[in-house]
T-cell receptor, first 112, second 114 residues
Framework: QQQVKQSPQSLIVQKGGISIINCAYE??????FPWYQQFPGKGPALLIAIRPDVSEKKEGRFTISFNKSAKQFSLHIMDSQPGDSATYFCAASLTSGSRLTFGEGTQLTVNP | DTGVSQDPRHKITKRGQNVTFRCDPISEHNRLYWYRQTLGQGPEFLTY????????KSRLLSDRFSAERPKGSFSTLEIQRTEQGDSAMYLC????????????FGPGTRLLVL
């Protein structure tokens, strides 16, 4: 059972553009929603995370938008750079520090 | 480098053989997790430890898989009688039990079963 669904599977944007990746979850008990970035041959690295008591969180060029009623959350990367080219995973857990349930991933390519 | 380390980084084995992977968490991180990632997919949870206690195991963790964390420090993941379907990246992560827990991942061990 896929509890976190992520789209699109791949995304190509031009340098300076906005990258948007969407996720939807099923389990309403989830209360922690992190985004991870993974480069080839590396483990995932935490980018930004949000809890359902806020609708938006911004850190630098990265913003999470959260819609609790729709059970959806998204990652926005502003002013996308070629160095942002990586695979991005959304995830969810019941409490911070418990098992993470990951989406399928989005391969982002930012063209120079 | 004080991040999570995993050894070996790559392992090629023949079907039916046993393999063991090691994970060294970030110092003083009392939670340690194992995940499995296949090509083009997100990581899937296998099991996790709080100190030396194994608190949760996924249904993915068949009887051929066993994990230990003696003394609450490093952890090992053993796969017995490997099958081709075990080919994957095995990721380890660690975190500190507390209010804001971030799971820090290691580079993974890539297993290929021939």
């Amino acid at each position: 059972q896929q509890q976190v669904k992520q789209s699109p599977q791949s995304l190509i944007v031009q340098k300076g553009g906005i990258s948007i990746i969407n996720c939807a979850y099923e389990n309403t008990a989830f209360d922690y929603f992190p985004w991870y970035q993974q480069f080839p041959g590396k483990g995932p690295a935490l980018l930004i995370a949000i809890r359902p008591d806020v609708s938006e969180k911004k850190e630098g060029r990265f913003t999470i938008s959260f819609n609790k009623s729709a059970k959806q959350f998204s990652l926005h990367i502003m002013d996308s750079q070629p160095g942002d080219s990586a695979t991005y995973f959304c995830a969810a857990s019941l409490t911070s520090g418990s098992r993470l349930t990951f989406g399928e991933g989005t391969q982002l390519t930012v063209n120079p | 480098d004080t991040g999570v380390s995993q050894d070996p980084r790559h392992k090629i084995t023949k079907r039916g053989q046993n393999v063991t992977f090691r994970c060294d968490p970030i110092s003083e991180h009392n939670r340690l997790y194992w995940y499995r990632q296949t090509l083009g997919q997100g990581p899937e949870f296998l099991t996790y430890f709080q100190n030396e206690a194994q608190l949760e195991k996924s249904r993915l963790l068949s009887d051929r898989f066993s994990a230990e964390r003696p003394k609450g420090s490093f952890s090992t993941l053993e796969i017995q009688r490997t099958e081709q379907g075990d080919s994957a990246m095995y990721l380890c992560a660690s975190s500190v039990l507390g209010a804001r827990e971030t799971q820090y991942f290691g580079p993974g061990t890539r297993l290929l079963v021939l």
